[in-house]
């Protein structure tokens, strides 16, 4: 039988936990707020210990998500010491996401010391990314120097909705040419030509692309270098205010930076914030569409991609030249289509469930099928 795995997501503001065998979730914890480090033996060692979990005694294998791995991490890998001090050497690339998530690994390889961790890394999925989509427009001696790429995030909840929509389709993942957006807390955008990433919008870190709940996305680098020039801004400030007070939370001058609330609210501010993303997110579907030979269907994933039809909307009526229509249907109970039938480009939603992603990976890094 196959183990039981024990599936760690740490999030910029959230913390999952679930127990999985087969394919289906056995147990499951979720926390709307960031992992605090010092607790994290506490929660794992109380999420193992509530009833139905047996003390974690029947957990084989744990596999946690690391969003950025840097050039250390580029593909699943067995946990140990070494490891672990090269993945920090990148930390300060997502320091909203590493160091929680670190703090994790090395709190349940103490709750769990006699099974095999596996990092599975966001930027697995955009490794081989062609050359030209990876690399930027920046000195040659840089990009050798620091390993100055784009790494592309989202990994994990973009290869589960390649099989899944590919599945929907009716055609091979191999075969597939779509375009996915994650539209969540962090936002992205990714190409697939033949079942693999071909472009993406996020790069070197989690900040570049979209506008985010509370990060700003791609911004014009030279108003960053005036904002920090003339003592306007220090770097912490610059960075503070990038990290935490922009994106959808800024665009609504401080509302919120929930799109369910903000299209609750109705106010100028709400407005021009949706209507900031919705364009934003139609503008990189529509670029990274120039990465493929044709586009079988576009998907949304995703907290928001799933579960928030407004902006699904607002973001398929500015994409007509694509061939996509407005959906014409809301929220699901299961992944599927929400275009018109007979759409010439289809628009499915798929449910983000990393947890089974990292389960699947963790096992195939021990050849466990």
Known sequence: MTPVVLTVNAGSSSLQL???????????????????PAEAEHTLRRFLGSPGSRAGEDVGLAGHRLVHGGRAVQAPAVVDDDLLAAVRAYQDLAPLHVPPALALVEAARRVLPGVPHVLCPDTAFHAGLPREAATYALPAEWRRRWGLRRYGFH???????????????????????????????????????DGRSVDTSMGFTPLEGVPM???????????????LSGSRLSLGELREGLEHRSGLLGLSDGLSGDTRELVASGSDAAELALG???????????????SLDRLDALVFTGEIGWDQPEVRDAVCR??????????VRGNLD????VSPPGARVPVLVIETREELEVAREALAALRIR
Do not use: N
Request: net charge positive; with cysteine; charged share 25%.
């Open 18 to 36: 679930h127990l999985v065998r087969d394919g289906r979730v056995l147990r499951s914890e979720r926390s709307e707020r960031s992992p605090d």
């Open 155 to 193: 990994g994990l909840s973009y290869a589960r909705a390649v099989r899944r929509a590919s599945e929907l389709l009716g055609r091979p993942a191999a075969q597939a040419h779509l375009v996915l957006t994650h539209l969540g807390g962090g936002a992205s955008v990714c190409a697939v030509r």
């Open 213 to 227: 709940s509370k990060r700003s996305g791609s911004v014009d680098p030279g108003m960053l270098l005036w904002l």
């Open 276 to 290: 900031v993303f919705a364009l934003r997110v139609s503008r990189e579907i529509a670029a990274a569409a120039t």
């Open 318 to 327: 500015r994409l007509a030249l694509l061939g996509i229509e407005p959906p």
């Open 334 to 337: 299961a992944d599927g289509f």
